[in-house]
């Protein structure tokens, strides 16, 4: 987009023009604008240079005539641009291969840097600079052919607007600004430097290359400053670059300079991406010394990125280190004899020449009081200035560029054949040279070729310059990589393996973030209300890893993957099971045994003692039956630990269900007969045939097949299975056996249960039966135990989580199982080893006075 104020100029003079064109005759009202330079050809060119960097300002009084702007302050470096062009027309003169018979001229105003004087300078190349105008003046032939000019984008904007209407090429040798490649609102519009389309996106690549992310940008309140800032944020936006500030300013505007150089001294970025031209960064520069304000890592633009005036020693205090991309130099044989021979006898009475010398060697060729006179022996060759220094031909060489473009279009216009439209004479049309520019395509003696797109643009090829100190001291740009937009993307930008020179002159880069890298295992959190590259580093939640540096998301981890503790890797989820290598596992097999021992013990002893009174009174067969089933259920413990599998699922619980209901049956079947027996004492009874030793075997194997059946069934239609419980705990996996159908699991527990209840009743009822030794009231005991610890364990069951559910189960095994040992055999044992006296038929019969046990 223009600025407001390019764009109301660029509508006047197009109103103004059109109006011109379309109502002859027509008169040009004001003065005469003369060239700087002239030189009559067969064929003229024109040239706009900002000779002069600043116009003063005149008081309008209404009353009288407005007296002419004049200009201040020469500008050195466009009068070498001016004399370069002035050198190339000479060279191109000169040589027999192009244009032959044919002479070019030229003629070279001074825009001093102002829109005005631009447009007024196009309208003078138009029209010719005749003080007396006719009333056919406005319908004469162009005065040139062609324009060159201007530096600035926002007086090039003018330029091209206003000669656009007649068909009139412009071609600029620095104005970048993107705005300018539209064709349908600049349509005569060329340039030999790249537009700020590339340079604006190659300084985004730029500041990533170097893993700057956190910048600040200061710009040229101008079309050149401001399009091309747009283009900049715009690019360093999709590279993930954060810009802290983007100020902007006009060298003729403290008070915006003022706040910039504050907003630039309160803020964090340490790097500063500068698109100003050469003479706003002068003045930045000047405040930014005064405040002494250093350490800046500068990320400069082609407009000042080169710039020998601001190169100085002084100026490497705060400008050392700079980088950014400047327009490829080249050599010109022979134009640094031309420009140090000017000497200001070869223009008399050019006011130009004059200020420039005067301002050059600081003497009076007009009797100026505070200035020495000239002596007329100074020399050029002895400036230190951009005028004479040639060492940096970068803009210079665009110049050189475009007035071999408008020779080669001509050449080709000139020499095309007579079918084609076209004659031999040496009258042509600007429209003519129009479209022969469109085609130009041609190599330099330099080497450099040179060619225009659809757009009007060249091939945008830069260099990435450091500044760095030389051996003298003084100030070099140092070529440290290139940029060239015809190569395939990504090779389009690289750096050359040269040490850099940074901020301050340090060897070392400096680090621009708003906030530190996020190391792996963590996640970037932006901060509310500020740009993304302002964040916090948030650890991975659990189960979550971020194995990268600076990660905006944590991964999951898969099912069976744990986060480690530093969140930056998944680990397989630690095994949980109940091992016999563990203090539980070993302690619960430890019991398991012992009870079994015990058993065996018990069982070793009533063999011994199977003859005595107090084994046989309590029915042997049954008892050694009981013994056997303890034994299986201290040891079918054994099978709950270790890591489940297939088998040890099915046999840990039908093995606990099976012998358990052998063992109730057993000590039912006890149960059964002290009832039948002391009913069989009563007169006419005959109960006991009923109840015999087959009778006892018969009803514990139907008691424990019914359980077998069930646990057939459950096997058959929904077996337990080893399973990865990842349900209870999410860092770890329990490996269970799941009980497949829960039908079947609670159908074994539950008939155990109602053996239990139903062998507690029966033992309940027969506890006060008459006896010295009645086994009921044990039995009793042993049940109440047995009964309390599975009703105890099935809440704990439920919400025991992982290897602590299989310990329950054991404990409540082991618990119940000692407390039948315990209960129904201990007083038994106790008799048989410390009491052998009662051990006797009377005692047993009640004959004897009992005995407390």
């Known amino acids: 987009m223009c600025s407001g104020m390019a764009l109301q100029i660029i509508l006047l003079a197009q109103t103004v023009l059109w109006a011109a064109a379309q109502t002859p005759p027509c008169r040009i009202l004001g003065r005469a604008a003369?060239?700087?330079?002239?030189?009559?050809?067969?064929?003229?060119?024109?040239?706009?240079?900002?000779?002069?960097?600043?116009?003063?300002?005149?008081?309008?009084?209404f009353a009288a005539k407005p007296e002419p702007l004049k200009c201040a302050r020469i500008n050195f470096r466009e009068f070498r641009l001016a004399q370069t062009m002035i050198f190339t027309i000479e060279e191109i003169n000169n040589r027999s291969d192009l244009l032959p018979f044919v002479s070019l001229g030229y003629k070279i105003y001074d825009s001093c840097a102002s829109t005005t004087f631009s447009v007024r300078s196009a309208m003078a190349l138009m029209n010719g600079y005749e003080?007396?105008?006719?009333?056919?003046?406005?319908?004469?032939?162009?005065?040139?052919?062609?324009?060159?000019?201007?530096?600035?984008?926002?007086?090039?904007?003018?330029?091209?607007?206003?000669?656009g209407l007649f068909q009139i090429p412009v071609i600029s040798h620095f104005s970048a600004c993107e705005c300018l490649s539209n064709r349908k609102v600049f349509p005569t519009f060329f340039r030999t430097v790249p537009s700020d389309?590339?340079?604006?996106?190659?300084?985004?690549?730029?500041?990533?290359?170097?893993?700057?992310?956190?910048?600040?940008?200061?710009?040229?309140?101008?079309?050149?400053?401001?399009?091309?800032?747009?283009?900049?944020?715009?690019?360093?936006?999709?590279?993930?670059?954060?810009?802290?500030?983007?100020?902007?300013?006009?060298?003729?505007?403290?008070?915006?300079?003022?706040?910039?150089?504050?907003?630039?001294?309160r803020s964090t970025a340490k790097v500063v991406v500068a698109l100003l031209s050469q003479l706003d960064m002068n003045s930045l520069l000047e405040q930014?010394?005064?405040?002494?304000?250093?350490?800046?890592?500068?990320?400069?633009?082609?407009?000042?990125?080169?710039?020998?005036?601001?190169?100085?020693?002084?100026?490497?205090?705060?400008?050392?280190?700079?980088?950014?991309?400047?327009?490829?130099?080249?050599?010109?044989?022979?134009?640094?004899?031309?420009?140090?021979?000017?000497?200001?006898?070869?223009?008399?009475?050019?006011?130009?020449?004059?200020?420039?010398?005067?301002?050059?060697?600081?003497?009076?060729?007009?009797?100026?009081?505070n200035l020495p006179p000239c002596t007329g022996s100074e020399s050029l060759s002895k400036l230190e200035n951009q005028y004479a220094d040639v060492s940096e031909l970068r803009i210079s060489n665009n110049v050189y560029k475009a007035v071999y473009a408008v020779a080669?279009?001509?050449?080709?216009?000139?020499?095309?054949?007579?079918?084609?439209?076209?004659?031999?004479?040496?009258?042509?049309?600007?429209?003519?040279?129009?479209?022969?520019?469109?085609?130009?395509?041609?190599?330099?003696?330099?080497g450099e070729n040179v060619s225009f797109d659809n757009k009007g643009d060249p091939v945008a090829r830069y260099e990435v310059v450091n500044w760095q100190l030389g051996p003298d001291g003084g100030v070099k740009f140092r070529e440290v990589g290139y940029y060239d937009a015809s190569f395939p993307f990504g090779q389009q930008f690289a750096m050359s393996p040269i040490s850099m020179v940074w901020a301050g002159g340090q060897k070392e880069k400096p680090r621009s973030v708003c906030s530190e890298s996020c190391p792996p295992g963590t996640r970037k959190a932006v901060q509310g209300g500020r740009p993304v590259c302002c964040y916090d580093c948030v650890p991975c939640a659990e189960g979550e890893i971020s194995n990268a540096t600076d990660s905006y998301d944590c991964i999951l981890c898969p099912n069976e993957y744990w986060s480690n503790t530093k969140r930056d890797q998944c680990v397989p989820k630690a095994v949980e099971f109940l091992s016999f290598k563990e203090v539980m596992g070993i302690v619960l097999a430890i019991f398991s045994l012992f009870g079994a021992c015990a058993t065996v013990l018990v069982d070793v002893?009533?063999?011994?003692?199977?003859?005595?009174?107090?084994?046989?009174?309590?029915?042997?067969?049954?008892?050694?039956?009981?013994?056997?089933?303890?034994?299986?259920?201290?040891?079918?413990?054994?099978?709950?630990?270790?890591?489940?599998?297939?088998?040890?699922?099915?046999?840990?619980?039908?093995?606990?269900?099976?012998?358990?209901?052998?063992?109730?049956?057993?000590?039912?079947?006890?149960?059964?007969?002290?009832?039948?027996?002391?009913?069989?004492?009563?007169?006419g009874s005959n109960v006991m045939k009923w109840f015999g030793p087959s009778q006892q075997r018969l009803s514990v194997l139907a008691f424990t097949l019914i359980q077998v059946l069930i646990c057939v069934l459950w096997l058959t239609l929904s077996p337990p299975f080893p399973t990865k419980n990842m349900k209870h705990y999410k860092e770890k996996i329990i490996l269970e056996c799941d009980v497949g159908s829960a039908v079947g699991f609670w159908a074994v527990l539950g008939?155990?249960?109602?053996?239990?209840?139903?062998?507690?009743?029966?033992?309940?009822?027969?506890?006060?039966?008459?006896?010295?030794?009645?086994?009921?009231?044990?039995?009793?005991?042993?049940?109440?135990?047995?009964?309390?610890?599975?009703?105890?364990?099935?809440?704990?069951?439920?919400?025991?989580?992982?290897?602590?559910t299989v310990a329950v189960e054991i404990f409540a095994i082991l618990a119940s199982s000692f407390g039948l040992l315990f209960c129904i055999f201990a007083p038994k044992c106790y008799i048989i080893l410390l009491k052998p006296e009662l051990n006797s038929k009377k005692h047993v019969m009640g004959k004897m006075p009992s005995m407390s046990l």
């Open 34 to 61: 003369k060239p700087s330079f002239y030189q009559h050809g067969d064929i003229n060119i024109g040239g706009v240079f900002s000779l002069h960097s600043n116009p003063t300002e005149a008081t309008i009084q």
């Open 131 to 163: 003080e007396k105008l006719t009333d056919t003046s406005c319908s004469t032939p162009a005065a040139v052919q062609a324009i060159i000019g201007e530096s600035g984008s926002t007086n090039t904007i003018a330029i091209a607007a206003a000669v």
């Open 197 to 265: 389309y590339y340079h604006s996106r190659a300084l985004a690549q730029l500041v990533k290359n170097f893993g700057w992310t956190w910048i600040g940008a200061v710009r040229s309140d101008s079309d050149y400053g401001n399009n091309g800032m747009a283009t900049f944020i715009k690019a360093a936006q999709q590279e993930g670059i954060c810009i802290e500030y983007s100020e902007k300013f006009h060298r003729t505007e403290p008070k915006k300079l003022l706040k910039v150089v504050d907003v630039i001294r």
């Open 288 to 369: 930014l010394n005064l405040h002494n304000i250093t350490g800046l890592q500068m990320v400069g633009s082609a407009g000042w990125i080169t710039a020998s005036d601001l190169a100085t020693p002084t100026s490497f205090r705060i400008l050392g280190g700079s980088i950014g991309f400047a327009v490829i130099k080249a050599k010109i044989n022979g134009l640094n004899e031309f420009v140090l021979k000017l000497h200001h006898s070869q223009y008399q009475n050019n006011s130009d020449i004059v200020d420039f010398w005067e301002t050059a060697f600081q003497c009076s060729l007009t009797n100026k009081v």
């Open 408 to 446: 080669h279009s001509l050449h080709d216009l000139l020499a095309c054949a007579p079918y084609q439209g076209c004659t031999n004479s040496v009258k042509t049309e600007p429209w003519q040279v129009l479209e022969a520019l469109k085609k130009v395509n041609f190599t330099l003696g330099t």
């Open 605 to 683: 002893l009533f063999f011994i003692k199977k003859d005595t009174p107090i084994v046989k009174a309590n029915n042997s067969e049954l008892s050694f039956l009981l013994l056997f089933s303890l034994k299986l259920c201290f040891l079918c413990s054994l099978t709950f630990i270790g890591r489940p599998s297939e088998w040890s699922c099915m046999l840990r619980h039908t093995a606990f269900g099976i012998t358990f209901v052998l063992c109730i049956s057993c000590v039912l079947g006890k149960t059964i007969v002290v009832l039948m027996a002391f009913r069989a004492t009563l007169p």
């Open 751 to 804: 008939y155990i249960g109602l053996l239990s209840i139903l062998c507690f009743v029966l033992a309940f009822l027969a506890r006060k039966l008459p006896d010295n030794f009645n086994e009921a009231k044990f039995i009793t005991f042993s049940m109440l135990i047995f009964c309390a610890v599975w009703i105890t364990f099935l809440p704990a069951y439920v919400s025991s989580p992982g290897k602590f």
